[in-house]
């Protein structure tokens, strides 16, 4: 599905391009879901600001792919094939993470009572027990050193609700009540911990809803984006991975060292109303 052109005045940044210089140098990143959309442009961004990124997904294939992006950047990237249902191997790979990343997600698109609970059970392991999991793994590490960053990629649906998305609302709603705890027990010790929250995104799981969006309202694809992902949103595009990358880079920097605990909205306006 091709989103519409974008109005004047209201294009995202140039794929690549970061208007967020902070220097990385000497941390180490883990990232989730860093195959594709979200993910691979923040791996790709912290790289670019000299961190050694170690890119976790379960998607081989994809994370061969950063190695061409990535090989002119300050950083490294290095691919780290996990199926984050593995819980104890999650933890166990955050071990030495001076940052962390929490990105990856599934989505589902069906009313409750058609809800494969399966499902429920695999969106909730991946997009919140195993931030978990790994914000535990991480932590011991980031006390002893005094500092550390965890962002973790939320979603406007982490503060407010949509019809037929149970499982996603549920999983993010969790991760922004995480968010806040771990940042309260991490602030004597150095450590931040905010939600980033876009809007929708344009990312492969976002062209998926588009699908399901259309089966589930009755609806054309083509007027799914207008009619229902984008209807309450000010400005009417598609956020851009970079920009939501742009932001995860800016709280790792000193200038963000004193925002914690909260929720930082990239919606367009969604959330206005």
């Known amino acids: 599905m091709t989103a519409p052109s974008t109005p004047p005045g209201t294009s995202g940044p140039a794929a690549g391009a970061s208007s967020v210089s902070v220097d990385l140098g000497g941390r180490t990143a883990l990232v989730t879901g860093a195959a594709g959309g979200i993910g691979r442009a923040c791996a790709l961004r912290l790289a670019a600001a000299g961190a050694k990124v170690r890119a976790v997904d379960r998607d081989a294939e994809g994370l061969a792919a950063l190695a061409g992006p990535a090989e002119s950047l300050a950083g490294a990237v290095e691919p780290y094939v996990l199926d984050l249902t593995d819980l104890d ?18 989505q589902l698109v069906r009313p409750i009572q058609d809800f494969p609970p399966d499902v429920f059970h695999t969106v909730l392991t991946v997009m919140l027990e195993a931030p978990f999991r790994l914000i535990r793994g991480a932590l011991p590490h980031m006390y002893a050193q005094g500092w ?62 588009i699908v ?10 083509d007027r799914v984006l207008t ?12 956020v851009e991975p970079e920009e939501v990358a742009d932001a995860a880079l ?18 367009g306006g969604w959330t206005a109303h």
């Not at 399901?212 to 694809?221: F, I, K, R």
């Open 89 to 106: 191997a999650a933890e166990e790979a955050a071990a030495d993470a001076d940052i962390l990343v929490n990105n990856a997600g599934l």
């Open 148 to 209: 550390g960053r965890i962002v973790n990629i939320s979603s406007v649906h982490g503060l407010r609700a949509s019809a037929y998305k149970s499982a996603y609302v549920a999983a993010k709603h969790g991760l922004e009540g995480l968010s806040k705890t771990a940042a309260l027990e991490g602030a004597p010790h150095g450590v931040t911990s905010v939600c980033v929250n876009p809007g929708y995104v344009r990312t492969p799981l976002v062209e998926k809803q």
């Open 212 to 221: 399901d969006q259309a089966a589930a309202h009755a609806l054309p694809e």
């Open 227 to 238: 009619e229902v992902l984008l209807k309450d949103s000010a400005i009417k595009r598609l």
């Open 250 to 267: 800016y709280l790792c920097s000193p200038h963000a060292s004193f925002i914690t605990g909260t929720s930082l909205t990239l919606d």
